[in-house]
């Protein structure tokens, strides 16, 4: 296939467009799947391509056990998805020892063939070159600073790391050049309502729902906003170059010049902002409250592994959250992700975890949401109403799963609302373990859907979002973590004046 130059990354930068994507346009029928594009009597949602950006996004943020060391201190951690076939195959971000894409070879070998990758920099070219040979389909990457930096220690010519960095830029476009995969930003549009449905979702989700029960005087909506601009001061820093003369420099020397002119430039910028103010809504929806709010056991059964730390919890959540962020229920959205704990050595920055498989609610794969109905109790006879046709996050998480839930793992499942009565026997008999979720609906029937079961449900240990001083019988694994992550650090500097309210 014909070289991939700048012009094709030009072309593939979807701003530029009426059409938000020709691809998911052109897949709409086949996969029940539209963009950000609002349909009618629809909310909008997030597109794949966005959705996927996203979450490598966060995935470079995925809390460390130990502050990353590595030998050349320009490289910056990157977040990594891997997808086949629109099925996301795993979440992986950087570790002390390998690249993010170093991991996906590590991890899934001959399977990346086909696959699509996103990436939150662009990978260097001891990444690419591998992942070019393994024959994937397509790389996207978030046009930012790249993998290793070219932006620390430029005002230094003697300095030898930035020499490495333009020396790596220009390897990577020559592979770029010189290889089938499709090498490029994928970013779109979001409609203009998407950050208002993603601000109102985040704010009306459960895990505020309950600090609101817990706390009757509280101004839940304002510990939302505090916690959105801290995590937006945060993001921006993290993933967005302020100085526009710098930005246009690193997208230079990434073969991305075209996006350098006007009015490329300021779409571009526009649009990675709002892809990072969403990301600062999806997050806000489960604060961190440090030691007050978290998900702990109830009654903690004798046998079973050790809950998680609370920031690598907090973290499966929001990829949950952010999952919920496609769905295809007019009202509710869901999210629901499954971990496992692997045995194997901890090549991957998320340790020992592994993805088992994720989703969010929606109709049937194959069908268009137009075709089924998408009233609620309040309207129209109980036959016209939607429960019945949506399949829900977790069955979704479970149906596409792309690794075996093994008897001798502990498998997780992240989950942003209360599983209902039709999931809990599935979630029951799949062989999770542990599940990360929220009560607020426990022992409820809410119309066409209940909830009476998730109570009882025995043999996997719940771990609730509630606060700290709620859940009887402490037990030690119940402890906050120690792991110094980018959370905790964040909790403890940003939230001490939240804490003394909630507390008194
Ligand atoms: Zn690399
Ligand atoms: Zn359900």
């Given at each position: 296939m014909a070289a991939s130059d700048s012009r094709r990354s030009h072309r593939d930068f979807e701003g530029n467009r009426s059409i938000p994507n020709g691809e998911e346009v052109r897949n709409v029928r086949d996969t029940g799947v539209q963009t950000d594009a609002k349909i009618q009597g629809h909310g909008p949602r997030l597109s794949k391509a966005n959705l996927f950006t996203l979450l490598s996004l966060w995935m470079e943020l995925f809390p460390k056990k130990e502050p990353q060391q590595r030998e050349n201190d320009a490289t910056g951690d990157t977040g990594l998805v891997v997808v086949h076939e629109r099925m996301v195959l795993g979440l992986h971000c950087s570790s002390a020892q390998l690249h993010a894409g170093q991991v996906a070879v590590v991890k899934h070998g001959p399977r990346l063939k086909g696959c699509d990758l996103y990436f939150s920099r662009k990978p260097c070219s001891t990444c690419l070159k591998m992942l070019i040979n393994a024959g994937v389909s397509r790389i996207s990457y978030w046009p930012g600073d790249a993998e290793i930096s070219l932006l620390s220690g430029r005002h230094d010519h003697t300095d030898s790391s930035h020499q490495e960095a333009i020396l790596d830029a220009t390897a990577a476009e020559r592979l770029k050049s010189n290889s089938r995969p499709h090498i490029c930003v994928l970013l779109q549009p979001l409609d203009c309502t998407m950050q208002q449905f993603v601000d109102e979702s985040s704010q009306n989700c459960d895990f505020l729902g309950k600090i609101a029960v817990d706390n009757p005087t509280l101004n839940v909506k304002d510990l939302f906003r505090r916690e959105w601009w801290n995590n937006l001061d945060d993001?921006?820093?993290?993933?967005?170059?302020?100085?526009?003369?710098?930005?246009?420099?690193?997208?230079?020397?990434?073969?991305?010049?075209?996006?350098?002119?006007?009015?490329?430039?300021?779409?571009?910028?526009?649009?990675?902002?709002?892809?990072?103010?969403?990301?600062?809504?999806?997050?806000?929806?489960?604060?961190?409250?440090?030691?007050?709010?978290?998900?702990?056991?109830?009654?903690?059964?004798?046998?079973?592994?050790?809950?998680?730390?609370?920031?690598?919890?907090?973290?499966?959540?929001?990829?949950?959250?952010?999952?919920?962020?496609?769905?295809?229920?007019?009202?509710?959205?869901?999210?629901a992700v499954i971990w496992a704990e692997g045995k194997q050595s901890q090549c991957d920055g998320?340790?020992?975890?592994?993805?088992?498989?994720?989703?969010?609610?929606?109709?049937?794969?194959?069908?268009?949401?137009?075709?089924?109905?998408?009233?609620?109790?309040?309207?129209?006879?109980?036959?016209?109403?939607?429960?019945?046709?949506?399949?829900?996050?977790?069955?979704?998480?479970?149906?596409?799963?792309?690794?075996?839930?093994?008897?001798?793992?502990?498998?997780?499942?992240?989950?942003?609302?209360?599983?209902?009565?039709?999931?809990?026997?599935l979630i029951g008999c799949a062989g999770i373990k542990q599940i990360y979720t929220t009560d607020l609906d426990s022992n409820k029937v809410k119309h066409d859907i209940s909830y009476l079961r998730f109570d009882k449900l025995n043999g996997v240990q719940k771990f609730i979002w509630q606060q700290k001083s709620s859940a009887r019988h402490m037990s030690e694994q119940d402890a906050p973590p120690t792991a110094n992550g980018y959370m905790k650090r964040k909790a403890e500097e940003t939230h001490f004046q939240c804490n003394k309210r909630l507390r008194s």
């Open positions: 993001f921006l820093k993290k993933f967005f170059i302020n100085d526009e003369e710098q930005h246009k420099y690193v997208l230079n020397k990434m073969g991305l010049e075209n996006f350098c002119a006007e009015p490329n430039f300021s779409n571009l910028r526009q649009h990675m902002r709002n892809l990072i103010t969403v990301l600062a809504s999806a997050a806000a929806s489960v604060p961190v409250l440090e030691e007050n709010y978290g998900f702990f056991m109830r009654e903690p059964l004798g046998m079973g592994s050790p809950a998680l730390p609370q920031d690598v919890v907090r973290h499966c959540i929001i990829q949950a959250r952010l999952l919920a962020c496609r769905t295809e229920d007019p009202k509710v959205g869901v999210g998320t340790g020992q975890l592994y993805l088992v498989g994720c989703g969010y609610n929606a109709y049937p794969v194959g069908s268009q949401y137009a075709e089924y109905p998408q009233m609620d109790h309040k309207q129209e006879e109980r036959q016209y109403r939607k429960y019945r046709y949506i399949l829900h996050a977790e069955q979704n998480a479970l149906t596409f799963r792309s690794a075996e839930i093994k008897e001798e793992e502990n498998t997780m499942m992240f989950v942003t609302k209360c599983p209902c009565d039709e999931c809990v026997p």
